[in-house]
């Protein structure tokens, strides 16, 4: 019997953040529910609340502790946050709660990190909104070194740590894999020499393969740049999906547009544009679905099966 062929490209999907309320038992059986269906990874946003086009304040669990739930009730998928924003812990915190989420997944964590950008939830929660992207660099070194290699003394503008040492340390010698959660022109100066993935939003490429290939050669340039050799810091991105029902994504901020056109809810559909992702250059997607129930999760579990069968 012939074995299948190998699957072009991984594929995840986002598990939900504000667009309903969800409670625990829903979460924890969407995730065993993509890891039953056969998909790669899982993925929780990091934020902490959003005021809602319809007047509604609403929030989603906090990423890290979820992730740390959802790593206990799963054992092969992998996991990881689209993308944990540096803003929202201190630093040598943030690497604390990695290793320990690596170690209770087994080595199953991909750490996406990132600046964030949702001033409502800095001002809410009393984090500093300003200078993100310096705050970020430094974190980035915090976060990345304690991982990697599991003491730090840093001292910068923002952050300062006096010998600190990761310990536990993370499942995998060397910690998580890091993907850089940006495709700005700063930020890829920053995390490209060190990345190991690079991911964009689906909004950023207009949720079109044609259009991710252009962004792709654009960050394949400046990782050239930084020193990378080719295909060493492998692309990501997150894609739009939408199946009978879904209400849209917007949210009320420039990042969601209007005029993307969304992938339709359907295996055919799904596995030709994940095809097509590939085909770009992704080497994995986060599958942004819209409604996201158990149902829909089986329905990319579906399009995953006709990928291996291509």
């Given at each position: 019997m012939n074995s299948p062929r190998p699957r072009p490209l991984r594929l995840g999907v986002q598990l939900p953040e504000v667009e309903r309320r969800v409670e625990w038992p829903e979460l924890l059986d969407m995730a065993r529910a993509a890891e039953d269906v056969g998909l790669?990874?899982?993925?929780?946003?990091?934020h902490l609340l959003y005021d809602l086009p319809s007047g509604v304040t609403?929030?989603?669990?906090?990423a890290w502790?979820?992730?740390?739930?959802?790593?206990a009730v799963t054992s092969r998928i992998e996991l990881g946050p689209l993308v944990a924003s540096t803003s929202f812990h201190a630093p040598a915190m943030l690497a604390k709660m990695a290793a320990t989420v690596d170690a209770i997944s087994g080595g199953r964590l991909l750490l996406g990190l990132g600046a964030g950008w949702n001033e409502r939830e800095y001002a809410a929660f009393g984090f500093p909104f300003d200078q993100r992207v310096g705050r970020f660099e430094e974190a980035f070194t915090i976060v990345r070194t304690l991982l990697r290699e599991g003491r730090?003394?840093?001292?910068g503008s923002y952050?300062?740590?006096r010998d600190c040492v990761l310990d536990p340390a993370p499942a995998r010698e060397g910690g998580p894999p890091l993907m850089l959660g940006s495709t700005g022109p700063r930020m890829l100066r920053i995390g490209l020499p060190h990345a190991d993935l690079w991911n964009a939003w689906w909004s950023s490429y207009a949720n079109s393969p044609t259009e991710f290939a252009r962004l792709k050669a654009r960050v394949d340039a400046a990782a050239a740049d930084a020193g990378r050799a080719p295909g060493e810091v492998a692309a990501t991105a997150a894609v739009y999906v939408q199946f009978p029902g879904g209400a849209g994504r917007v949210k009320g901020d420039s990042g969601y547009a209007a005029s993307v056109v969304p992938v339709p809810g359907d295996p055919g559909a799904i596995a030709e544009h994940a095809h097509a992702m590939a085909e770009a250059g992704a080497?994995?997607?986060q599958l942004v679905l819209d409604p996201i129930t158990i149902d829909t999760v089986r329905v990319v579990g579906e399009a995953a099966a006709l990928l291996d069968r291509a």
């Open positions: 790669d990874s899982v993925w929780l946003g990091d609403r929030g989603p669990w906090e502790t979820s992730l740390a739930a959802l790593a730090i003394d840093f001292h952050y300062d740590v080497a994995h997607l």
